[in-house]
């Protein structure tokens, strides 16, 4: 059989807490080519070898500030960065036609608008969380609702979440997205839905939807054990995304 061609990614803010992973998951798995390593100017680590930076054998990746020079040989650009920063990163890589795939959170609504303004020349992935676990939780949340509005019944809903203290986002934009599915799953109104949150320790993610139907209560929750479920859920997305069309793409859109 003729072997499968490698995806080539370069990832920015490679030496950050989801990037690193994100590089290590991508340098063991054969579907990947890490071919640019990305990190702001300030990092201490501009100009060393992305694996020895890593505790890994050389890779002859040498990490950058220069965009155009990071995204010359690669595919996709794997973001989990700051919005400020993905924007820059973006701007690049619409020059440059390369795809982008961003784990980003925290945009304004002014940011997400740039962004997809920008996926009109090139294909751009955006998921405030990349678990495959998170996303089996929304459509739990979307086929349950179905059956309760079915028989009629309107719920109390509410939704509870918590990180570690270094999020800088409150609450987190899977808590936000998982009140638009609920207000749009139930016909609800804006304040129908509240949202409520907590930072505590090094807290990866925990998030719980409640229904109370009065007499009895409907609770489904989610807990990240460990953050390489969102660098593998972002590599399992990249090799959809490889041979993708410029438009913005989401979990809903690549997932039907």
Known sequence: MPSTKRVKVAIAGCCGRMGSLVCNLALEDASFQVTGALESARNANLGQDLGQTLGRATTQVIITEDIPSALADAQILIDFTTPEATLGHAQVAAQLKKTMLIGTTGFSPAQM???????????????????????????????????????????????????????????????????????????????????????????????????????EVIKIEHQAKSREIFAAGALAIAKKMAKSKPGFYTMDSLYQ
Do not use: C
Request: proline content about 4%; overall charge positive.
């Open 113 to 215: 608008k740039n962004l997809q303004s920008l996926a009109k020349k090139i294909p751009i992935f955006w998921s405030s969380n990349m678990s495959i676990g998170i996303l089996a939780v929304r459509r739990m949340l979307q086929k349950s609702a179905r059956v309760l509005v079915d028989f009629g019944l309107t719920p109390k809903l509410s939704v509870f979440e918590i990180h570690h203290v270094h999020k800088k986002d409150a609450p987190s934009g899977t808590a936000k997205q998982i009140k638009e599915d609920l207000l749009k799953a139930f016909s609800a109104k804006e304040n129908q839905v509240p949202v409520t949150y907590d930072r505590k320790g090094e807290e990866i993610g925990y998030h719980q939807v409640a229904v109370d139907l009065g007499q």
